[in-house]
């Protein structure tokens, strides 16, 4: 997979020196042109886990900045705000990750959104401990997470 990466990235740049113009838009057309090439003259099994996960990653990222903006906007009106709506609580959360990767990734990406930081993770590394600003109700804070992020990092990473 990495092969078929750096071959990418290589497509890439050759495409953008070719036509010399060296922005944003030129480098993302030569990215996704090149990933069209790759994708049709692979034969292999082998390499075509790389050809599914580059758009689990991109429709990742994309995820991660739509719930980074809603947990900032959430923040921001209680903020300006008279009245606060916040509901703290901490939620006891089973986890699917199983690695050390799989887990420092899952917790650094619910650190980094407004309203929720990782308290502890147990010994056995089978719960996490979250502390969420905005909680209704634990239970649907559970689903809501293993269904959208943990389940999306979980595809890319596996």
């Known amino acids: 997979m990495i092969k078929q990466f750096l071959l990418n990235i290589m497509l890439t740049l050759t495409w953008v020196m ?14 996704a042109l090149s990933y069209g090439i790759l994708w049709v ?5 082998d390499g075509r886990k790389y050809f599914t ?22 923040v921001a009106y209680d903020v300006i705000t008279p009245k606060f709506f916040m509901k703290p ?4 959360y089973p986890l699917d990750a ?9 917790t650094n990406l619910i650190s980094l959104t407004p309203g929720t ?9 089978k719960v996490v401990y979250i502390h969420v600003m905005y909680l209704e109700d634990k239970e649907v804070f559970i689903k ?3 269904g959208g992020l943990e389940k999306r990092l979980l595809d890319i990473l596996r």
Not at 24 to 31: E, L, R, S, T, W
């Open 98 to 106: 199983k690695t050390d990767l799989e887990i420092t990734f899952f």
């Open 53 to 74: 996960r580059v758009p689990a990653v991109i429709g990742f990222i994309f995820f991660f900045i739509y719930e980074l903006i809603k947990a900032n906007l959430q």
């Open 144 to 146: 809501q997470t293993k």
């Open 117 to 125: 930081l990782i308290l502890d993770v147990s010994d056995d590394k």
């Open 41 to 45: 003259i692979s034969h292999n099994t």
């Open 89 to 92: 609580g901490i939620v006891r």
């Open 18 to 31: 070719l036509t010399g113009e060296f922005v944003f838009v030129n480098f993302v057309f030569g990215f």
